[in-house]
């Protein structure tokens, strides 16, 4: 990673000024958006794929399909290579999203993932009390919807209209059966704000998401919106648009959701995942809401055994790159360059802090609120590419550790530990620690020191 200066400023007071305004709360929004008023309070449509690789898109380089739609969202705008989630496994990350914090600091993000919610998930969620990305844009004056993937807590206690949104359609549960609707213990998990969807009301799950978006898009308002459409493709369990015959003779259970699939079929769920993007996107267009929108594309973790995460090792539940390294694009007309790719190392966190600062919310002040990602906004506003500063991260999931500064990775996987350079070998490949001891010393006292800071640990059986 490059690390060069940034308009006469070096990368120190660059780096410090951006994490005072994402930490100590951006009230103001870009220069640019100041200048117009039209362009102070954009629109935002923050769109989260589930399990979605690292190479799963054709722009990353997967080779046996095409993703047209979200391929001409990243030539429009700027395309982030090395973007992670804060979590290898679904709810730390949309915890982490939420509330622009690491999961680690909410007891439900030490749920890895959410268990099912007849278990533990029925009395641990997202605390209602807590404020979020919904609740502070609400307080200025935006509309805010979720549509698509919630898993942060089963009603009647939990709910995304509980914590800042002012509408939902979705499932609360981690993944379903694409037609029917079902969890992975066979109970119907569909919902309008809190009220189930009759099981006539049925539908490829994709395709369900995909309108409701259209829908919502398509009102008059007066103000504007906040749309966070998180679905549920390419997650388990696998089946295309045309399978729903064959979902009809499955059996209910985790074993059987978790089973099956191919090739073939991540493929036509992912051009059904891409067909659902480009009819949103051609929505704005048509609305003449897209020179207004804020528009940001990413993952909530690795992806399983179908995606393509080459050269990472590693996939979902690993802190290897390849379960938590994953695809991020950004499009903002006049804001973002288009055509851009950049290196600047991200996380979920900052998607949050990002969009916050673009819409000129407040954050408070108190030390449990403070964001924990910084405004992205200065680095894509910038036509050099190359124009990154470093980052320090931390990753805790299950028995194992992770942080990045810089270059270097501490990993810590529950039995060894290693220290990896990923500018010199970004698949983790090459042992760097006795080579390097001082900085295997380093690494490990600023994760303790970090940990000292967050929830203990407290491990869970895997029930997603």
Known sequence: MKNKQTSGINRRAFLGAAVAGAVAVTTKATDAAVSDPQRARPNVLFILADDLGWGDLSCYGRPDYRTPNLDKLAGEGVRFTQAYSASPVC?????????????????????EPLPWRKQEGGVTGLDPKHPTIASHLAAHGYETALVGKWHLGYLPKYGPLKSGFAEFYGIMSGGVEYFTHDDSNGERDFFENETPVPPERAGYMTDLLTTRAVEFLRRRRTRPFYLSLHYT????????????????TKKRGLREFRGGGSFKIYAEMMRSLDDGVGRVLQTLREMRLDEDTLVIFTSDNGGERFSYNWPFRGEKDELLEGGIRVPAIVRWPGIVAPGRVTEQVAITMDWTATILSAAGAKVGNEPQHKLDGIDLLPVIRRRD????????????????????????KYLHNGEEEHL?????????????????????????????KWEQGVLPRKLRPNYD
């Not at 390419?234 to 979902?247: A, F, I, N, R, V």
């Not at 698949?427 to 006795?434: D, K, L, P, S, V």
Request: proline content about 8%.
């Open 385 to 408: 590419a190359q124009a990154t500063f470093e980052r320090t991260l931390f990753w805790r999931h299950r028995n194992q550790n992770a942080m990045r500064s810089g270059n270097w």
């Open 233 to 248: 493709a390419p997650h388990w369990p696998w089946e295309g648009p045309g399978d729903q015959e064959l979902s009809k």
């Open 91 to 111: 709810t730390p990350t949309r915890c982490a999203f939420v509330t622009g914090q690491y999961p680690a600091r909410h007891p439900v993000g030490l749920m």
């Open 420 to 448: 990896f350079n990923l500018g010199a070998d970004a698949r983790e490949n090459a042992e760097f620690q006795q080579t390097h001891p001082r900085e295997l010393e380093r690494l490990r006292a600023d994760f303790a």
